[in-house]
């Protein structure tokens, strides 16, 4: 009986210091893509990012990653690309933090290059439906650092939105 303790947690003790190896591993990878996008190496992070995502398709940082890979095809100015991969995150991870940004990025493509104007439409209708709430403030504010190192920043008022990409007005929108 006791020795199948004993094998019992020393199986245990093997398994969760190969899943902290394989966690570690993850972390890193992650550091180094961060590390690349920091240092002006976006091509590098990017090709990085491809490579994470197959590796850990079950990732913490899934989201991160994947609005990275996203944000990478809108910088390339690749707009068929961004526009799929910006649909696919969207409906993938509807409540994570960089949705709004992503669906900001899908409209700022949609908009400015007339393509698909009823979801243009719906979209924009989409950021005036929802109810704001100002206490003691003009606007709300949502902000949002990238994997790729970009900081987005929403100034939602009353009667506009304002998006701002690294402290640059990056689009605006009235309903």
Known sequence: MMKINKTAYSVLFLALLNLSCVTSAEQNRYREIIREAKTGNIDFAFVKLNSYLKEFPDSLHIAQARFAVCEYYFQIKDYRSAIYKLRDYI???PEKEATI???LLLYKILSEYKKEPALTEKIKESFFSKSVFFVFSDAKVK????SLNNIYRILNYVDKIEVFKNNDLFLKITP
């Not at 902000?143 to 990238?146: E, H, I, N, R």
């Open 143 to 146: 902000y949002y650092k990238s």
């Open 91 to 93: 409906i993938d991870f």
């Open 101 to 103: 940004f992503a669906q």
